[in-house]
């Protein structure tokens, strides 16, 4: 998970803000949830920014870093908004974020595996879907007026620098808490890591092949830099490269050689 900083004001699609108008006043017109979430399902308009959404992270999943190369990105609500669960159970007398169903700063870019629910081998579910605990239910925003910032979230967000680096990447590819067990931080990176499935699906397998390439190249060279093998790394530190935070990890796990150093 990389840090997504969006510049404000953000330079959203021209189109977007007459289509946002409109949602906003027809969503704030309906009372009944049925009528709202009809309306809101309905009226998929978010689709309209996955292209902007795409190019802040140089079109990588907001959450795993994956490139999404054969299957479409999805625009997750990081607040649901059509209703929430926690650990699986329905959260009993909330209809979710509706007044947040239009509201970009509530769209996260990301794949079908971190977004979409399904079992791994062991039948363990993974995949976001609309889940949202928070640490204290008593804090829950149940309306438009209630202060979103008073809610602690579970979940790690890809927008909030300070939790992007709750996560450490191994030479093994597997995401880990960098926060003692125990605490909340460390329940907040564990509870992501397993519910996104980052350490599912082979990618930690994945991960660990295309650091091989790397390593021996390290190796080959050594402590004399070689112009290909700085183009190779670089290639692979910049923010658009699929896994940027992993590799930048084990690229500095041979920082005793000054020329990689000075690349990190
Ligand atoms: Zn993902």
Redesign the pocket.
Known sequence: MRFILIPLPPHLPSRWHRVYVGRLASVSGLGAHDLRSAYIKKNGSWGLLKKWLANTSGYK??????K?TRAPFDVDHFRPKLGITVDGVKLAGHDGYYWLAYEWCNFRL??Q???RPEKDDGDVLHGKANEFPIRDEAKRCTLPADLLGAESPRLLDPCVQADCELLAHGLDGEVKPVAPDGSWEYQRARYTIDR?GFNEWNTPEDKRGRWQTLATLLAVVGDTSNPAVISEINKHLSHDHEYASFFRSAIGTHRDKAWVEALL
């Open positions: 999943c907001w959450y795993c870093e994956a999404s990301s794949c595996r971190c977004n996104l």
